[in-house]
C-alpha cells in the first residue's frame, strides 16, 4: 500500500511560482505523475517522471514551464511551477502507476487528497 500526500499549494498572482509537493509511504519505486482538475473539467496528465528521474513527460500545456523531480532519497515528487496562468487553477493530484509513466487516469493505481492551486490575474 502506498499512500501520497501533497502539499504546497496556495493562491498566487499570474506570472508567479509555487513548488508542489508529493511524500509518499510504503513502497515507493513507482514511476510518479501529477494531474489537475478545474472545475467542471475532466482531470487531466500534467507531469510525469519515471522511477529513476531519468525520463520525464509533459503536456503540451505546461511544457516549458512546469518541470517535475524527485528525491527518492525523501521518498518525495515535486512539481516546479513557473509563469503561472489563471488557467492552471485547478486541484492538483500527486499519482502512482506500477510500470509506466501515469499519463491516463485509468491506469493510476495511488492517488494522493489533492492541493488547490489558484492563480489570479
Known amino acids: 500500500q502506498v499512500q501520497l500526500v ?7 498572482q499570474a506570472g508567479g511560482s509555487l513548488r508542489l509537493s508529493c ?17 467542471g473539467k475532466v482531470r487531466e496528465f500534467v507531469a510525469g517522471i519515471n522511477w529513476s528521474g531519468s525520463t520525464t513527460l509533459y503536456s503540451d500545456s505546461v511544457k516549458g514551464r512546469f ?8 521518498n518525495t515528487v515535486y512539481l ?3 509563469s503561472l496562468k489563471p488557467e492552471d487553477t485547478a486541484v492538483y493530484y500527486c499519482a502512482a502507476d506500477r510500470n509506466t509513466i501515469p499519463r491516463r487516469t485509468t491506469t493510476v493505481l495511488y492517488w494522493g487528497q489533492g492541493t488547490q492551486v489558484t492563480v489570479s490575474t
Not at 27 to 33: A, D, V
Request: proline fraction near 6%; charged fraction near 15%.
Open 6 to 12: 501533497e502539499s504546497g499549494g496556495g493562491l498566487v
Open 23 to 39: 511524500a509518499a509511504s510504503g513502497r515507493t519505486l513507482y514511476p510518479m505523475g501529477w494531474f489537475r482538475q478545474a472545475p
Open 67 to 74: 518541470t517535475i523531480s524527485r528525491d527518492n532519497a525523501k
Open 80 to 82: 516546479q511551477m513557473n
